[in-house]
């Protein structure tokens, strides 16, 4: 980061204007920039002899790339991630675009989920690329938890939350179990779980079960333990995570770029692995940006990720939503969409656990 700064700094008037307008032009329209188109926007009169020569400068320092024989100059991801933190000019948000978002805050469905998908659906619209929205894990306390026998290899366990909110697990129950085995362990849990969040819940209970081992019958140890696994394994960060708009990738994508568009499409396929890179992202606060190689999900397809965490009432960061596309994004444009939508995301969210 210090060295792309004192790269710039370096650079005199004329060079850091070049490197701006070739990205500018690439970023809009994805193709290769000539000394002599540059020749015709400068600021002030200059030849494309000279234009080319601060061209080759910028190559050599690694900051442009010459696709084909003179065929014009665009950004590598080293001059793309110096003209993002250093050049890039923010735009506001347009009201076309927040009124796009703020519309899908108006459904009656319950829970947060249909906003989420909605808003998601929104974000890929107006960016035209493919949107992510990690949903906040449910963190209320429990309330009561109940075993329900659905056949000799299928059981349900309920969980009902302090705040309404009820979640349904179906899962393989151990073999011999009875209704009396099913509510042996459903009394064990409740007297445990009370007040407490599913997140603090498994340590604690795990460890009772192996200090009260010879008070819990076989059968009801054998479904509190199948029981845990399934909270620990569904609702896991993959069921968290809310794609929308791959199509977008392939509308706006050259013929050339269609094998790294399907290299996306793998990518956004491992819903897990994304969700526990959204979970890093939740780490720090504000617009982060990723380009190409600098996120290991996507150095393949040569795609960029623009991403925002959101917060709760309590400024905890409980989310994210972001934007997929390729590296030439309108990055001045997306970046305030996504920081404008996390921001929305976090107070719909606050209202929410304030009503």
């Known amino acids: 980061m210090q060295n792309r700064s004192k790269l710039l700094d370096e650079m005199n008037d004329r060079s850091r204007e070049v490197f701006r307008r070739v990205v500018e032009s690439y970023l809009d329209t994805g193709d290769p920039v000539g000394s002599r188109t540059l020749s015709r926007t400068m600021s002030e009169p200059v030849s494309a002899a000279t234009i080319r020569n601060v061209m080759q400068d910028l190559e050599f320092l690694g900051l442009l790339d010459s696709p084909h024989t003179s065929a014009g100059r665009v950004p590598t991801q080293l001059g793309l991630r110096m003209f993002v933190d250093g050049l890039m000019e923010v735009s506001s948000v347009s009201l076309k675009d927040r009124e796009a978002i703020d519309a899908t805050t108006g ?24 949107s992510l929205v990690l949903a906040p894990k449910h963190e209320a306390a429990i309330r009561h938890i109940e075993f329900v026998g659905l056949g000799p290899d299928r059981a349900l366990v309920v969980l009902v939350f302090d ?29 445990l779980a009370e007040g407490r969040r599913l997140s603090e819940l498994r340590a604690h209970i795990v460890e009772e079960v ?12 054998a479904l509190v333990e199948n029981g845990l696994a399934v909270w620990e394994n569904r609702g896991e960060t993959s069921e968290r995570l809310i794609v929308r708009g791959r199509a977008n990738l392939i509308d706006q994508a050259a013929e050339s770029d269609l094998e790294r568009i399907r290299t996306l499409f793998d990518d956004l396929e491992r819903k897990r692995d994304i969700a526990e890179f959204l979970e890093l992202a939740e780490q720090g606060e504000g617009v982060r940006i990723f380009i190409g190689s600098e996120n290991k999900l996507f150095s393949l397809s040569g795609s960029s990720l623009v991403v925002s965490p959101y917060m709760n009432a309590d400024r905890k960061i409980i989310g994210a939503v972001g934007v997929i596309g390729p590296t030439r994004l309108n990055y001045g444009r997306i970046v305030p969409i996504v920081d404008y939508t996390a ?13």
């Not at 459904?107 to 493919?130: C, F, Q, V, Y």
């Not at 081992?213 to 059968?219: H, I, Q």
């Open 107 to 130: 459904g009656n469905e319950p829970g947060i989920a249909p906003m989420l998908d909605r808003i998601g659906a929104a974000l890929s619209g107006i960016t035209h690329g493919a």
């Open 163 to 191: 705040d309404g909110h009820v979640e349904n697990r179906v899962f393989t129950p151990p073999l011999g179990h009875t209704q009396s085995s099913l509510r042996e362990a459903a009394n064990f849990l409740n007297a």
């Open 210 to 221: 192996g200090r009260r081992r010879r008070e819990l019958d076989e059968a009801a140890r």
């Open 343 to 355: 921001q929305l995301v976090g107070r719909l969210l606050s209202g929410e656990r304030k009503g």
